[in-house]
């Protein structure tokens, strides 16, 4: 006999949410957030400035992402922790400092940032960020696996006081954040500093979608990876499923993106410049520009490659794949598509699907 769900035992606590929530870290849910400018944030102590933890349903306990502010003329703690980080500047200018310990034996490096700027501190290096602005704050997120790591180690103080460098991640080199793109293992490139995410050059991928192009990053040699995607007006790109913990920033642009497990409703989510989506694991999702401007979107992916199911997103579901061509997608798809893009006069850049009679 099945349980009701009032006759299930109350979810506990992971031992992430429990370290969280000892540190007065707060913690937001749900499948996406409208505006990462406007999170509210509360002071977090280990930071030393406002912060809060979107632990949001498709990081699937691997990944999520901190909301920061600096006040103008401040800065963060210094801190070092086992976990990988990749850092977007929502808004503001200023400089980190990155270090490391005995064992690198170089000084201490500088990069310097504004809005736009993506960068990684190595893993387990020393990192303080500081607002170089006297009059506005400094607003970043900073996609993580905190997540995980707590809920392996379970021990706050492990996670942040442990002493090992990564020699063979940072060897403390002074032009270790520079922008140049090279081949990547992890992803089409590795780059350890990007000063404009929204300048990056994209190489067309109309496979995935019609009006589609996108890069590949993977940062200080992080086992989490990315890319920058565009899609362009009047477009949108195929339904496609995969692993839990892609982590979407739109970056320019107004849309909607569909997300539904196999069989299953639809769940629309709207957004705009500033917003994050996470598809949760399994779940076909595809995306839609609304705008009269290409929408321009960063992917922050827990990465892991070889761990968990195999997912093939960029190969048709008629291969074996896990890609929806647009034949194959439900219906309600384009026909939502077309009638918000009337609602707004904008034509359909996008060839007719052949419906069977």
Known sequence: MTESPSQQPPRRKTPFEAWAESEGLALIGGYAVEDL????LSHWSRLGCPAAYLNLIGGTGYVGAL????????????????YEEQILILGGQGVSQIWA???????????EWHRGSLFSPP??????????SSSEPVRFVATNNAPMLMNIFRNGDFVFSAPYDFIERFDGRPDYFDTQFRASQEEDTAVNFIPDVYAVPLTSHEERGRGYSRLGINLSANAMAGHIGSFE??????????????????????????????????????WRAGSL???????????????TAPARVLALRRGFRGLGRTWSPSVSTREGG???????????????????????????NMPPIPRAS
């Open 123 to 132: 893993l387990n290096t020393w990192h303080q960020m500081y607002n170089v």
């Open 233 to 270: 007006v009047g477009t949108y790109k195929k339904a496609h499923r995969h692993q839990g913990g892609a982590q979407v920033i739109i970056l320019e642009g107004e849309g909607f993106s569909l997300l539904w497990p196999p069989s299953g409703e639809l769940t629309r989510i709207d």
């Open 37 to 40: 400018a406007t999170v509210p």
């Open 322 to 348: 896990h890609q929806l061509e647009y034949a194959d997608e439900p219906p309600a798809i384009r026909s939502m598509f077309e009638a918000e893009l009337a609602k707004r006069g904008i034509p359909l």
């Open 67 to 82: 909301v920061g502010e600096i006040p103008p003329g401040r800065q963060t703690e210094p801190l070092r922790h086992l």
């Open 277 to 291: 989506v996470i598809p949760p694991e399994g779940w076909y999702h595809n995306h839609f520009n609304l705008g």
């Open 101 to 111: 310990g005995e064992r690198v034996g170089q000084g201490t490096l500088t990069i």
